[in-house]
């Protein structure tokens, strides 16, 4: 069970939001505890991060607050599928031209509104990954100097950092290790994905980028970790085939390995248990798998 301030933190809905939702439209009836505090089942979190999903989306609570979890899935779904609503395609163009800026404090104030009026996933998806494929754009295009695009990562890392080291404090297990392969030097993607899961409540280690199987298997024993979430950008860049080989040999056969990144990115042998997952979706959807397990097993 989980306290009101415990789901706002997974959510991104506040305690008061939260009251709303369950006075006016009863959204969700949290359980009470000894003192009348509002108490939240795994089961809950999981509607309200769909509920919150979906208003971000522009559907109003009201209609939402009736419907089903698998409804309010499709309804998220059919949504996706016509692209991100217009709010937050104006956030990643308000972004875009603060990165031509050569003041850091416009570009980190719109990076923190997008934070602030975002999910983590749709951040991580809507806004900081098209944004870092437009820097790649605009340098190679002469539009942006390439002196500025290590600030301008600084910037986007510090962000997501900051989120994630704030979720962790309120995720449990079970855990999952993020990280890169070793030759893999990009980070974002796998730190995007730890700020995600720990979104989902489940407890998460971010290795950083360029690990060696050795060094992440080591990581993911000394966690106590059920998964292994690996960034691929470019692994043609190195002897990805090889290093996945490794990490597998060197943990239980009961650790899974997923595969994210760029769909063009992946390796041309899987390992045994190893999933590759293609979009947020479908991580996401991982990641209520594992988390309802672990609720279920307690």
Known sequence: MRSISAVAYLTGVSAHTLRAWERRYGAVRPQRGAHGERLYTSSDVARLRLLATAVHQGHPIS????????SLRELIEE?????????????????????????????????????????????????VSPFMEHL???WSSGVLAAARIPAITDSVQKLLLDRYGRLRRASRQPTIVFATLQGERHALGSLGAALVAAAH?????????????????????RAGAS???????????????????????????????????????RPSALPANTLVLDGMQAFERQLEVRYQAAADAR
């Not at 209609?63 to 698998?70: C, E, I, P």
């Not at 990643?92 to 416009?106: I, V």
Request: glycine fraction near 8%.
């Open 63 to 70: 209609r939402l607050a009736s419907l089903s979890s698998s």
């Open 79 to 127: 949504s996706l599928s016509e692209g991100p609503p217009s709010h937050t395609r104006q956030l990643l163009e308000r972004l875009k031209s603060a990165a031509l800026s050569r003041r850091n404090e416009g570009l980190e104030d719109t990076l923190e509104l997008c934070a602030a009026m975002l999910s983590p996933a749709a951040l991580v998806e809507h806004v």
């Open 136 to 138: 790649g754009e605009a």
């Open 201 to 221: 409540g489940l407890s998460c280690f971010h290795l950083g980028a360029d690990i060696s199987p050795h060094a992440i298997a080591e990581g993911a024993e």
């Open 227 to 265: 998964v292994i979430g690996l960034s691929l950008v470019a692994p043609d860049l190195y002897d990805c085939d090889r290093q996945l080989a490794e990490l597998r040999n060197r943990l239980p056969e009961d650790v899974e390995i997923w595969l994210g990144g760029r769909e063009r990115a």
